[in-house]
């Protein structure tokens, strides 16, 4: 996975692609957030991933949950922001939402090395910073908002 991603770098590096993707901070029933350590880059991150064509925002972002976290099942869905994101040289737009009381069957592959949960308030050591920033700002946000 290693070399596949430095060629797609290497590629994004001379095409700067514009791409469109999605992520979601997963919460499961009794509060924690479901998080995924990838194959090819370090870190604890949200899931997520990209977004077809033709593909509402919120059905890719429950696509990549199955196939990223194993989710089984999950209450309300919340839109929380659109934010842009310039990884590896692309220029991503990415939909962001909240998806409460999930349920997952972790299903690790060849891109996804771990699926674990944490409290918002206790991640590990090793997520990114982005991540750690998105799921403070949903906690304020859930405070202001009463729980939201």
Known sequence: MWLSHGLRRLYWFVVRPVTRGVRAIPVTPDGR?????HSYVPG????????EAGEA??????????EE????????????EEYFHRPNHKRDTVQL??????VVVPRLSLEIE???A????ALPADATAATR????????RAGADGGT
Request: glycine share 8%; hydrophobic share 55%; aromatic share 10%.
């Open 118 to 121: 944490w409290p918002p308030d």
């Open 44 to 51: 604890w991150h949200l899931p997520g991933g990209g977004w």
């Open 133 to 140: 920033r998105q799921v403070a700002q949903w906690v304020l």
């Open 97 to 102: 939402f909240h998806v409460a009381d999930v």
């Open 57 to 66: 925002a919120e059905s890719a972002m429950l696509r990549e949950l199955r």
């Open 69 to 80: 976290i194993g989710l089984v099942s999950h209450g309300s869905v919340t839109w929380l």
């Open 114 to 116: 771990a699926v674990a």
């Open 33 to 37: 957030v479901v998080l995924v350590r």
